[in-house]
């Protein structure tokens, strides 16, 4: 599997800083898997963007370029952040490969729809992508979002964004909540999904920017992850927020790894059909 490191922090108002250390300390902890749940064993081809720290702008174009050969060439890479930022720029690319009825899902404590900063920043990226029409609001969903600003939640009302809480998931059970995630999701022409570690519990996840209390466990999000891997319109991922220097022995680098690795089993079967 193609996997693609993106070592960016500057997309995130100065409080990320340390998440450009994410893509290095993940690999790294993929290396104690010997095998996929359905034992597969994990490969990865390892490439990485050059980023400039103090170019949000340059760095966006070099990711964009980047994200396009790699979604041209191949399906199922795995693009790993940095600061979730870089979704902006990676979902613009995937749009300008996958041109029919292009779809996200966006596994998230927040919904980054906040202030409206240009360049977009890792608070305001789905705002961007909705105003700049590069995805449509009607092919866009969040899961496990827990924590909206009331701007935000005036945002995805007004444009009738798809989302489940925490509070859905626990109240309604995980596999209400997934099923209704794919019978959307399927009919996308192709789908990329998003996963920013906070939507991990912080017990679970501890090494990242913003703590918010009552999020997945890293079980669950492997639920919803192994459902999901039967959508054959999967094209790309991307997982960001992993923070090494707010971590706890290496917790949240080794859950964005089992993560990883779970993901790359999905190459694996597209490969066989
Ligand atoms: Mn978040």
Known sequence: MNV?????SAGGLGKT?????GPDAIIAATKDFFSTEDDCVPSFE??????DQSNLESTNERIVAKAESVMKETDGAVFLGGDHSITYSLVKAFASVHTTNPGIVIFDAHADACTDFSPP???DLLLAL??????????????GIRN???DELEFLQRHKITYYTMKDIANEGKEEIIDAVMAKAKDFGS???SFDIDVLDPAFAPGTGYLEPGGLSTRELLFFVHKLRNLSNWKASDIVEVNPSKDVRDLTATAAAKLLVELSSNTIKNEVQ
């Open 17 to 21: 800083k340390g998440v450009e250390e």
């Open 46 to 51: 390892v490439s990485s963007v050059s980023v």
């Open 121 to 123: 920043t890792h608070e």
């Open 148 to 150: 909206l600003h009331p």
């Open 130 to 143: 909705v105003k700049e029409n590069i995805i449509s609001s009607a092919t866009i969903i969040l899961v």
């Open 191 to 193: 789908l990329y999904v």
């Open 4 to 8: 693609i490191k993106i070592p960016f």
